[in-house]
C-alpha cells in the first residue's frame, strides 16, 4: 500500500460512494483492485467473502487472484469471490437454477456446440447449407449480449436475413431450454432475467456481494453492465476501473460508452484519472500517445513514465513470413544471450491464431521453449472434446451435443442413418435422444440390431453415471476411457504412435485436473461434485491455470486481445501490416479506430524493449503478394524509431511500391 501514489490511495480509500478509476495502460488500475481489495478486509471489517471482484479473461483472473494472495493471508481471502463475468455467472446459476426450471447438471454449449445446433436448426427449417453459420451466431450472441429477446428481434427485424436470424435464435433457445443447456451469453443474461423476476433472489445476491469492484470496465457488454448494476444498486457500494482507449471487444457486444452511462446512472460517481505510468519507458509510452491520438477521445488522458527514456523501438522488414518467424526466433535468443535475461519475458504478439503456426515451427527449430495462452487451444483438441462429450452425458445424459459427439467415438457401429432416424424420432416425440433410444415407438423406425447397440450405449452410460455417485468418482473416470478402449481409438486415428501417446496424455491431464479441484475443496461446506468440477472445466478455468503454473521459463505467444491487461520486459508485435494490422475486415467495415485501440494495447504491454516486424512479401491463397506496411507505423513518430531490412532507407518509396503492386493485382483478380 505504501507504494501506491497518492492518487492511487485516493481510489483504495475511496468507500463512501461509487468510483470509476479511468485512466490509460499501465497507470495501476489493476493494482488499485488488488490493494482495495485488501483494504476492504483489513481496514474496513469487510469479510472476503461479501467482496467480489471481476474480469474478463481467466488469465487475468488468475492475475488478480495471485496478486492478491500475495497482499492478503489466505485465512482472511477465504470466500473472496476473483471470476469473470461467466463465471460469477455460473456460480450463481449453479445455486438458483431451479427456479430458472434448469435441473442440476445443466450443460454449458461452448461457442463449436452451438454452431453445431445452429447449423442443424438452418439446414431443417431453412432448408440452408448452413453455410453462414458463423456469422448467424454471432448475430445471435450480439442479440443475446444487447439483451434481445427471440419474440422482439422477430418483431423488430428489417428484412428477411435478420427475419431468418431471429427465427433461428428463437428456435436454437428452444432447443437448448430442452436440452438443459445453456450456452455462454447465457450465463449473464439468464442471471439478469432472473434478477428482474425475482427481487427476492437479487437481494440475496446483493447482501453476498456487498463490494463489487470490475477491471476493463471498457468491455463490459449491456447484459453485463446490467447484472453489474443490478447487484450494486442498493448499496453503490462498487469500484470500476478502465480505459476507453483499450476497449477492443466491440465485435462481441462491449459498449465504451458504458463509461458514460454509469455517471447517468450513478449521478453520485466519483471519476478519479491516474497519468503515470509504471510500466513502460516514456518512449514507448510516447509512440503509443501518439498513435492512438489520432483516434477521436471523450476523455483527455496523457500517459507519463519516470523510467526514462529507453531503447528505440525496432521496426524490422523481412523479405517474407517464413524469414519473419525466423527472425523473431533468432532476435529473442540473441537478446537473452546478450542480455542474459530468461525466456519467459519475451511475449510475441499477433492479431490472429494463425500467424502462430510459422512461428512455433521456427521456435521449434531454435529450440526455444514457448507457450500459448488466452486461447482455447486445449479445449479444442479433438481427444479433449470426445472426453469432455462424455463427462458431460455423465452428468447430463440429456445433452444431445454431447451424445452425438461420443455415441460413436470409438466406434460402435451406430451409423448416420441411425442416428438421422433416431434424431427424427426424438424431435417428434420432444425428447432427448437419450430418452428416445428407450422408448419402444423407436421399434418401427430401426432395425433390431441398431436398437441394440443404442440401447447398449446407453446402459453402459447410466451404469457409469451410477457408478460415480456409489464409487470414487475419479476411478470410476479412469475405468471408462479404459473401457471404451479409448486409447486403441487414438492409435488408429492419429499420424504416429506418439502424437497418440500425447493425445492420450491429455485426456489424463483432464482426469488429474478434475481430481485436483475435487480434493482442492475438500470438507468445505462449497465442496466440490464432479458436476460442478465438470462444468467448471467446461469454462476453461482451472485448466489453464494448473498448466500455467507447470510451465516457466517460456516466450508468451498470444494474440493481442488475450494480451489485454499483461505486461511483458520484452515486446515483439509481428504482421505490422495493411490487411493484418488493422485487420482486413475492420478496414473494409471502416473500423479503424478499434483496430488502433489494438494496436495501443500491444504497445503499452512493452515495459523495457519493443519490436515491430512485418513481411515484404506474404503467401495468399497460394499467391505471393506485396503487402503495405501498416499505417500504424506512420503515425508513430520517426524519430523514436529504428528500422532494419529493406524499407531501411526510404520506407516510404518501398510502401508506394507495395501499394501499387496490390493494387494492380487487385485490378487483374477483379478482371479474372
Ligand atoms: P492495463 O491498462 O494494461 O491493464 P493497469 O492500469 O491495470 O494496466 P497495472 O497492471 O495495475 O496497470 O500496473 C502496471 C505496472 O505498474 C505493474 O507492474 C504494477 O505492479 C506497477 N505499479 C502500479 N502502481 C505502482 C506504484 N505506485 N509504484 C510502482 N509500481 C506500480
Ligand atoms: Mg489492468
Same mark, same amino acid.
Given at each position: 500500500m505504501s507504494r501506491l501514489n497518492a492518487r492511487q490511495r485516493e481510489a483504495v480509500h475511496y468507500i463512501s460512494g461509487p468510483l470509476l478509476v479511468l485512466a490509460g495502460a499501465g497507470s495501476g488500475k489493476t493494482s488499485v483492485i488488488t490493494s482495495k481489495i485488501t483494504y476492504l478486509v483489513e481496514q474496513c471489517g469487510i469479510k472476503a467473502k461479501h467482496i467480489a471482484a471481476v474480469t474478463f479473461t481467466n488469465k487475468a483472473a488468475r492475475e488478480m487472484r495471485e496478486r492478491v494472495s500475495k497482499l492478503l493471508p489466505a485465512h482472511d481471502a477465504k470466500g473472496l469471490i476473483v471470476a469473470t463475468f461467466h463465471n460469477l455467472g455460473l456460480t450463481i446459476?449453479?445455486?438458483?437454477?431451479?427456479? @430458472?426450471?434448469?435441473? /442440476?447438471? $445443466? =450443460?454449458? !454449449?461452448? *461457442?463449436?456446440?452451438?454452431?453445431?445446433?445452429?447449423?442443424?436448426?438452418?439446414?431443417?427449417? !431453412?432448408?440452408?447449407?448452413?453455410?453462414?453459420?458463423? #456469422?448467424?451466431?454471432?448475430?445471435? =450472441?450480439?442479440?443475446?449480449?444487447?439483451?434481445?429477446?427471440?419474440?422482439?428481434?422477430? *418483431?423488430?427485424?428489417?428484412? %428477411?436475413?435478420? @427475419?431468418?436470424?431471429?427465427?433461428?435464435?428463437?428456435?436454437?433457445? #428452444?432447443?437448448?431450454?430442452?436440452?438443459? /443447456?445453456?450456452? $455462454?451469453?447465457?450465463?449473464?443474461?439468464?442471471?439478469? /432475467?432472473? !434478477?428482474?423476476?425475482?427481487?427476492?433472489?437479487?437481494?440475496?445476491? +446483493?447482501?453476498?456481494?456487498?463490494?463489487?469492484?470490475?477491471?476493463?470496465? +471498457?468491455?463490459t457488454n449491456i447484459a453485463q453492465y446490467e447484472l453489474v448494476k443490478m447487484l450494486v444498486e442498493t448499496r453503490s457500494a462498487f469500484t470500476v476501473v478502465g480505459d476507453d482507449d483499450q476497449s477492443i471487444y466491440a465485435w462481441r457486444g462491449a459498449r465504451p460508452e458504458n463509461l458514460v452511462k454509469l455517471n447517468e446512472d450513478f449521478p453520485s460517481l466519483k471519476v478519479i484519472k491516474l497519468e503515470q505510468n509504471y510500466r513502460s519507458t516514456s518512449r514507448i509510452l510516447k509512440v503509443a500517445n501518439a498513435v492512438i491520438a489520432n483516434n477521436p477521445h471523450v476523455f483527455e488522458k496523457a500517459l507519463w513514465s519516470e523510467l526514462g527514456m529507453g531503447d528505440e523501438i525496432r521496426i524490422i522488414q523481412t523479405r517474407n513470413e517464413d524469414a519473419e518467424s525466423e527472425r523473431i526466433a533468432v532476435e529473442i535468443l540473441d537478446h537473452k544471450l546478450k542480455k542474459n535475461t530468461h525466456f519467459r519475458d519475451y511475449a510475441v504478439l499477433y492479431r490472429g491464431n494463425h500467424q502462430s503456426r510459422l512461428l512455433e515451427m521456427k521456435l521449434q527449430a531454435h529450440q526455444v521453449p514457448y507457450r500459448i495462452s488466452g486461447g482455447t487451444s486445449f479445449f479444442a483438441k479433438n481427444e479433449i472434446k470426445d472426453a469432455m462429450g462424455y463427462l458431460r452425458l455423465l452428468i447430463n445424459p440429456e445433452d444431445d451435443a454431447a451424445f452425438l459427439r461420443v455415441v460413436n467415438v470409438p466406434r460402435r457401429e451406430i451409423g448416420p442413418s441411425t442416428l438421422e432416424k433416431l434424431g427424427e424420432y426424438a424431435t417428434e416425440r420432444d425428447i432427448s435422444l437419450y430418452r428416445a433410444v428407450d422408448e419402444l415407438g423407436l421399434e418401427q423406425r430401426l432395425p433390431e440390431k441398431a436398437i441394440q447397440k443404442l440401447r447398449q450405449f446407453r446402459q453402459w452410460l447410466e451404469r457409469t453415471a451410477e457408478d460415480c455417485q456409489r464409487k470414487e468418482a475419479i476411478s470410476v473416470l479412469k475405468q471408462m476411457f479404459t473401457d471404451i478402449e479409448y486409447e486403441d481409438w487414438l492409435y488408429q486415428n492419429s499420424n504416429t504412435p506418439k502424437q497418440a501417446e500425447r493425445r492420450m496424455d491429455?485426456?489424463?491431464? @483432464?482426469?488429474? =485436473?478434475? #481430481?485436483?479441484?475435487?480434493?482442492?475443496?475438500?470438507?468445505?461446506?462449497?465442496?466440490?461434485?464432479?458436476? *460442478?468440477?465438470?462444468?467448471?472445466? @467446461?469454462?476453461?478455468?482451472?485448466?489453464?491455470? +494448473?498448466?500455467?503454473?507447470? %510451465?516457466?521459463?517460456?516466450?508468451?505467444?498470444?494474440?493481442?486481445?488475450?494480451?489485454?491487461?499483461?505486461? $511483458?520486459?520484452?515486446? $515483439?508485435?509481428?504482421?505490422?501490416?495493411?490487411?493484418?494490422?488493422?485487420?482486413?475486415? =475492420?478496414?473494409?467495415?471502416?473500423?479503424?479506430?478499434?483496430e488502433r485501440r489494438l494496436m495501443y494495447v500491444g504497445i503499452t504491454r512493452a515495459k523495457k524493449t519493443l519490436t515491430m516486424t512485418y513481411a515484404a512479401q506474404r503467401k495468399q491463397y497460394g499467391e505471393k503478394i506485396e503487402t503495405i506496411p501498416s499505417r500504424f507505423l506512420d503515425e508513430m513518430p520517426e524519430e523514436d524509431l529504428v528500422w532494419f531490412g529493406k524499407g531501411e532507407k526510404d520506407p516510404d518509396a518501398n510502401k508506394a511500391k507495395g501499394r501499387e503492386t496490390l493494387a494492380s493485382l487487385r485490378n487483374l483478380m477483379d478482371g479474372l
Open positions: 446459476l449453479r445455486e438458483e437454477h431451479k427456479i @430458472l426450471g434448469y435441473k /442440476a447438471g $445443466f =450443460s454449458i !454449449f461452448d *461457442s463449436e456446440d452451438a454452431k453445431a445446433l445452429i447449423r442443424d436448426i438452418m439446414i431443417r427449417d !431453412f432448408g440452408d447449407e448452413g453455410e453462414e453459420v458463423n #456469422q448467424v451466431q454471432a448475430a445471435i =450472441s450480439n442479440l443475446k449480449n444487447d439483451m434481445c429477446e427471440p419474440d422482439r428481434a422477430i *418483431s423488430v427485424a428489417c428484412n %428477411d436475413h435478420e @427475419l431468418m436470424i431471429a427465427q433461428v435464435y428463437k428456435t436454437y433457445n #428452444q432447443y437448448l431450454k430442452a436440452y438443459n /443447456a445453456v450456452d $455462454f451469453d447465457d450465463l449473464i443474461l439468464l442471471i439478469v /432475467a432472473l !434478477f428482474r423476476q425475482h427481487p427476492e433472489v437479487l437481494e440475496k445476491w +446483493q447482501n453476498r456481494v456487498r463490494y463489487l469492484l470490475v477491471d476493463e470496465y +471498457q468491455d491429455n485426456v489424463w491431464y @483432464l482426469v488429474d =485436473s478434475i #481430481q485436483r479441484m475435487l480434493e482442492r475443496d475438500k470438507g468445505l461446506a462449497d465442496e466440490m461434485t464432479l458436476e *460442478s468440477a465438470i462444468s467448471r472445466l @467446461l469454462l476453461m478455468d482451472m485448466l489453464e491455470q +494448473q498448466q500455467e503454473e507447470d %510451465d516457466t521459463d517460456k516466450v508468451h505467444l498470444l494474440t493481442l486481445h488475450a494480451s489485454k491487461g499483461l505486461e $511483458f520486459p520484452h515486446c $515483439f508485435i509481428m504482421g505490422l501490416e495493411e490487411e493484418i494490422l488493422p485487420h482486413r475486415n =475492420s478496414i473494409e467495415e471502416n473500423n479503424i479506430e478499434e
